[in-house]
């Protein structure tokens, strides 16, 4: 190694061991005024709580904002215009209850305490890696109910309760409509249109509400996603379609 190479190799060195020096000094200052886990008080106080009425009242308004929000961009025409899979028709959905999950939890933080965040936040990863659900929505609403024992667990029943009752009222409410995906293919377009017709039919006696329809001219196929009560799912529709369809010569299929 020459005599240049050594220079330089120290110079590097030193380099680098101020800048450790530094960033160990910058460290030191940020967390020198933090308080450390043990001296932070997140408890909530338990029913007193109740009697927070300037809490409650930010609590309802926050809620309020947080799913107008998500409404208007769950809703924007753009996104309806080119709704064209059952998954889309239940992004509305999520979209609630993602902003209702990330409305708590920034409430939550800068009420009672900034490690609930850290704490919401891997629990939520456990259970989007580690959970069996295939359904997204039994996945979030899975998180909501892990948000609820974890205010329990804070002395924080009220909100808890408030919580609960938010979430109960939005299950009720996006869930009293499914989309349901129907497939239909024909020997010929005359027949598939025919067909369509018989559906179209079917559909308005049935109360089912029309989300979206395509049409392949070149393989006498269709596909029809339909909006309809919860209690009816799947097997009603079969039933509904077996009477109406008999006798059409069709391939039909329902569900994804």
């Known amino acids: ?114 490690i609930i965040g850290f704490v919401v936040f891997g629990i939520g990863a456990l259970l989007r890696f580690r959970s069996n659900l295939d359904d997204p929505v039994d996945t979030v609403e899975m998180i909501l109910v892990t948000v609820l024992g974890l205010c329990v667990g804070l002395d924080l029943p009220v909100m808890a309760i408030l919580i609960g009752a938010v979430s109960w009222v939005l299950i009720w409410v996006s869930g009293r409509r499914l989309p349901i995906e129907l497939r239909l293919q024909a020997d010929s377009m005359e027949r598939l249109e025919h067909a369509l017709d018989r559906v179209h039919q079917i559909a308005r006696q049935e109360q089912w509400k029309e989300g979206y329809l395509h ?37 039909w299929k329902v569900g994804n």
């Open 1 to 114: 190694m020459s005599w240049k190479q050594s220079i330089l190799l120290l110079a590097l060195q030193t380099l680098l061991w101020v800048d450790a020096a530094a960033a160990q000094s910058l460290i030191s200052d940020a967390t020198r005024n933090l308080p450390i886990a043990n001296e932070v008080n997140i408890g909530g106080g338990g029913w007193a709580q109740i009697y927070n009425q300037a809490e409650l009242a930010a609590f309802a308004i926050d809620v309020v904002v947080a799913l107008a929000l998500a409404t208007l961009i769950a809703l924007h025409p753009m996104r309806r215009a080119a709704r064209s899979k059952t998954i889309d028709f239940i992004l509305p959905r999520l979209f609630a209850f993602y902003a209702l999950i990330g409305m708590v939890v920034g409430f939550l933080v800068d009420q009672h305490g900034y």
């Open 215 to 251: 049409r392949s001219h070149s393989k006498n196929t269709a596909r029809m996603i339909f909006l309809l009560h919860a209690s009816i799912g799947e097997e009603g529709v079969e039933t509904a379609l077996q009477k109406g369809l008999e006798g059409e010569g069709l391939i």
